[in-house]
């Protein structure tokens, strides 16, 4: 993917910087002299001159192209059909007009491909594109995303979690929201990504840029007349002709050659609209022109230090800390974090463990004061030693930091991307947690989370401020409770609403349509859709013995009675909760288990989620989820399941550990509805 990255003149003749190479997804770049900023925001060379000033439309301002014409200040309706030298448009639209289209095993994804051609067939421009139908690969949405492309990946898991919803971070963290003009209505509906603008080198600067963006808008929108956002790319790096040119530059120059790129790239997006998300890589327009973004002017748009357009550390880099930390046979102590989207994990930062690491900073830094810059240093993403520490988990090296006199100022200093330390080490384990690297694939693993190591749960409670911990928090801590409130570290208040609710409505269809039977076969017949999990050779005995009946039936209350006294279901804590006449117990004594009923309010609870389902738990319970404290841990069904499983020793059963296969929505039981709502009363 490569954006186009506007171009400008000053006073003679220039040589293009960022041209994008006819029929080509990528940008070249030649050696000419590099360009800055002025005092007003415009293009200057790097004497200060000014070069170009850029309209909200997306054209050059000024005519210093050298040929003494006037810039095209055109509608792209006016210029398409109009326009002496450019009245025909040759627009391929999801692989019409061509016998193959790549993406056409993905349903959920529908492909734009414009391009732009003059009368006499010569090339102006493409632009490809992506229509998302997001609501389609909720349930799977990282695993479907990741397939498609590279783009496609990195917006799943830079920009949204798993669920398909905008990363809380950019909507409520003080420096990562950004400008704060997006919100959760990203998290809806389709959306159209935008991969590819390309302009010809003769024809750039006349305005052909916006045309070929608003057109593909504007084809998506006949499509979908619903789309509301469009979503863009700005920042990639991963030119290989831009590669080629600044190989052999040296790292400065280098650097300063990629961050002027994407400044260039940055500044076309804004001219068209797009305004940054929050303080991430992605840019987005809105339709609606109400939205907090269209009254955004570009200047005053969050812009990203140009260290995050880059690489960590280079080849002949060196940490800041390094000087101070060279031995006699001189080590050198130098920070490896790879803080590329690819990532699969943190590296070592620190090339030693957590002892020597602790025995260097009392060797090399104890001699230094607090007001030493030393302790101010940082990397190029920003990161203070406190951060390095933090993030890579070592204990002991964190602890004697957090002991210093000055560890609050190091505990509240942010890296350039708005961490504190504690934040920096929240970011890192999340993304350990949902994701791992595959060779070039992005695997999602959040089903396979078993919880947090112990120097990562040691970490985050002392920088959290924790002198002494319950056990509930050591809990809640492992398995990544952001509420405080998880039963057992993961059972979430929301989630326990969840489960605790379909128990009671499990009861109710079995009173309502087990109650209107004449007999025990035709009980089984109607509600044999709740049976799944009754251990084979007690469901022989249902037809016959109403106790055994009863007793599956009252569990159901049980295990409500359970979950809403904030106990997690097992079997010893749900018959806490049972009464006379005994007909659980002997429903348990007869084969029967806790764990058939709590696994039916797992599928149930799955099968009405918003995400997972079809959403009729959300309809009918908006209100009372509402006022429940929001958690990680919300919708991690398979998570929470598998952890059941293991406490009730029923590992090793994957109908247990994974679920039935077709979760059952009620839909046979027309007095649903009604019965939804007596639950919630």
């Not at 603008?197 to 929108?221: C, F, M, P, T, Y």
């Not at 690491?357 to 007001?371: C, H, M, Q």
């Not at 998880?486 to 349509?513: E, K, N, W």
């Amino acid at each position: 993917m490569m954006p186009l990255g506007p171009t400008s003149a000053s006073g003679t003749p220039r040589p293009e910087r960022f041209t994008d190479a006819p029929n080509a997804d990528h940008a070249s770049v030649d050696n000419s002299p590099a360009f800055d900023w002025d005092d007003a925001g415009n293009r200057a060379n790097e004497n200060g001159d000014h070069i170009a000033s850029w309209d909200n439309d997306g054209m050059d301002l000024d005519d210093q192209d050298g040929d003494g014409s006037e810039p095209i200040h055109l509608e792209p309706d006016e210029e398409l059909c109009d326009s002496d030298h450019h009245n025909e448009c040759g627009e391929d639209y999801d692989g019409e007009g061509s016998d193959f289209d790549e993406f056409e095993e993905f349903r959920w994804l529908k492909s734009l491909n414009v391009d732009y051609k003059a009368a006499n067939g010569e090339s102006i421009g493409h632009c490809h594109a992506k229509i998302i139908d997001r609501d389609s690969i909720r349930q799977s949405f990282y695993h479907d995303m990741e397939e498609p492309s590279e783009d496609t990946a990195a917006l799943a898991f830079g920009l949204f979690d798993r669920w398909g919803s905008l990363k809380m971070e950019f909507c409520e963290h003080p420096v990562k929201k950004g400008t704060g003009v997006w919100g959760q209505e990203l998290s809806h509906g389709r959306f159209l990504l935008i991969e590819t603008v390309s302009v010809d080198k003769n024809h750039r600067r006349q305005g052909h840029g916006k045309i070929l963006v608003n057109k593909v808008w504007e084809k998506a929108r006949s499509i979908y007349p619903d789309l509301q956002y469009a979503i863009a790319w700005a920042t990639n790096l991963n030119s290989d002709v831009l590669e080629v040119k600044t190989r052999n530059m040296t790292s400065e120059a280098r650097h300063l050659l990629r961050h002027e790129f994407h400044m260039a790239v940055e500044d076309f997006f804004r001219a068209v609209g797009f305004r940054r998300i929050g303080s991430s890589p992605w840019f987005a327009r809105a339709e609606d022109p109400t939205h907090p973004s269209r009254s955004l002017a570009a200047s005053g748009d969050f812009k990203r230090p140009m260290s995050l357009h880059l690489p960590a550390l280079e080849d002949g880099q060196t940490h800041p800390y390094d000087a101070a930390m060279l031995n006699s046979e001189k080590e050198v102590i130098k920070v490896g974090l790879d803080w590329q989207p690819q990532s699969r994990a943190r590296r070592s930062i620190l090339k030693t463990n957590d002892e020597r690491t602790l025995e260097i900073f009392k060797d090399r830094l104890t001699s230094f004061p607090a007001t030493d810059p030393i302790w101010n240093a940082t990397d190029n993403a920003g990161n203070t030693i406190m951060h390095v520490v933090a993030i890579d988990c070592k204990v002991k090296s964190l602890t004697w930091l957090l002991a210093k006199s000055f560890a609050g100022r190091l505990k509240t200093t942010r890296n350039l991307e708005g961490e504190t330390p504690l934040e920096a080490l929240e970011v890192a384990l999340e993304k350990q947690r949902v994701q791992t690297k595959v060779g070039m694939v992005t695997v999602p693993i959040s089903d396979q989370f078993v919880g947090f190591q112990p120097e990562e749960m040691t970490c985050l409670l002392r920088l959290r401020g924790f002198k002494t911990v319950e056990q509930s928090t050591i809990a809640q801590t492992k398995y990544g409770c952001t509420c405080g409130e998880c039963v057992g570290g993961f059972l979430s208040p929301r989630l326990s609403l969840a489960m605790g609710s379909q128990a009671r409505l499990c009861h109710d269809l079995i009173m309502t349509y087990g109650g209107s039977t004449k007999t025990g076969a035709e009980w089984c017949e109607a509600l044999n859709d709740l049976m799944d999990y009754i251990p084979p050779v007690v469901r022989p005995y249902l037809r016959t013995n109403k106790s055994l009946r009863a007793g599956f039936t009252n569990l159901f209350v049980y295990v409500a009675r359970c979950i809403e006294a904030k106990c997690f279901p097992l079997t010893a804590d749900v018959m806490l909760f049972s009464e006379w006449p005994p007909h659980a117990n002997y429903f348990l004594k007869r084969g029967g288990t806790v764990a058939s009923v709590v696994l039916r309010c797992f599928d149930q609870a799955m099968a009405e989620d918003l995400y997972l389902g079809g959403g009729d738990h959300q309809e009918a319970f908006s209100e009372e989820i509402e006022k429940l404290k929001p958690c990680r841990n919300d919708h991690e069904f398979a998570f929470v399941r598998r952890q059941y499983c293991q406490l009730e020793g029923l590992t090793g059963d994957a109908a247990y550990e994974r679920g039935t296969q077709a979760s059952i929505r009620m839909t046979k039981y027309p007095d649903v509805g009604s019965l939804r709502r007596s639950v919630r009363e």
